[in-house]
């Protein structure tokens, strides 16, 4: 498991280059991991691509949230 989280943490080292720095995704991967892995639900063949999104979804969150990136498409608010 370890390893697959390393390689998670490499490829989004790639992705957020200039935008988190490795420290910052390896502990949002770690976290991710936590908080799925004592899920019975998931099988372990899983867990590595599910973690992996999960991580990635929260790290494009944050960097769209402090304006760190734009958004891909705008946003539409009505009232």
């Not at 976290?31 to 599910?50: D, H, K, V, Y």
Request: proline fraction near 5%.
């Amino acid at each position: 498991m370890r390893r697959a989280l390393d390689v998670t943490i490499a490829e989004l080292a790639e992705e957020f280059h200039g935008i988190f720095s490795r420290e910052t995704l390896a502990r949002c991967v770690d976290e991710s991991f936590m908080q799925l892995g004592g899920r019975p639900t998931i099988g372990p063949n899983f867990l590595p691509a599910i973690v992996d999104r999960f991580a990635r979804e929260r790290l494009w969150a944050v960097a769209q949230h402090e304006q760190r990136v734009e958004k891909a498409m705008p946003e539409v608010l009505s009232t």
